[in-house]
Each structure stands twice: as C-alpha cells, then as structure tokens.
C-alpha cells in the first residue's frame, strides 16, 4: 500500500522506510506550497478520506496546495479552483462554484467514455 498502512479509527500510519524518506526530503524552512500529483492513486476508499483530510489540515494551515488528481470526488472537495488540461493544453478554469456547474465540461473531459 505504498509504505501507508491503516490503523483503527481511520488514522493513517507510514511505515518506517516511507516516514524516514518523508523527513530527509523535508525542507527545514516552513513551506508555502505543497505540489501533490495524484495522492490519492491506487489508494483504498478509507485511505483516500484520510489523504482528504490531510490535505484539507494543510490548507487551513495556511499553505497553498496544487493538486493533479484524476479522482473528481477529491477535487471537487478540496479545489478552489479547478483547471482541466486535454493532451498537456487548458482547456477549461473556473472557481469551485462555476466547476461545480460546469457538468457539460465534467461529462465532456472528465467521465469514463
């Protein structure tokens, strides 16, 4: 499960060799922004809430999150704003209201065909 494992209650825990990668690629200066390409990839439904969760802690913290994520739920509940990219190109932006009524765009670049 990629170095994470589950722990009664929902709580996420690292394994060893995970958490030590984590604290020698941190920077010891606080962060601004947090760059995260698909957290939530391959990842069981109880873990993708906690991921969830995580990030909403971070962003309340004050630092500012860019997210690649393919799993829509995820982006629909954290984003502020939502860019969708086709073949490396924007092809739509918008606040999280106008993405939330944008379901045109979301059936057209977002659904499984």
């Not at 939530?40 to 309340?60: K, N, S």
């Not at 502020?80 to 765009?105: M, N």
Request: charged residues 25%; proline residues 3%; glycine residues 8%.
């Amino acid at each position: 499960m990629n170095g994470m494992h589950a722990h009664g209650r929902g709580k996420l825990a690292l394994d060893a060799g995970l958490h030590a990668r984590c604290r020698t690629r941190s920077p010891a200066v606080a962060a601004k922004l947090l760059l995260l390409d698909e957290p939530t990839e391959g990842l069981a439904p109880v873990i993708v809430e906690e991921v969830e969760r995580v990030i909403a802690t971070i962003r309340r913290s004050g630092i500012a999150v860019l997210l690649v994520e393919q799993n829509l739920k995820v982006c629909m509940n954290l984003a502020d704003r939502h860019y969708v990219l086709e073949q490396g190109h924007v092809v739509y932006t918008g606040s999280r209201e106008e993405f939330r009524a944008a379901e045109q765009v979301r059936e057209r670049y977002l659904t499984l065909s």
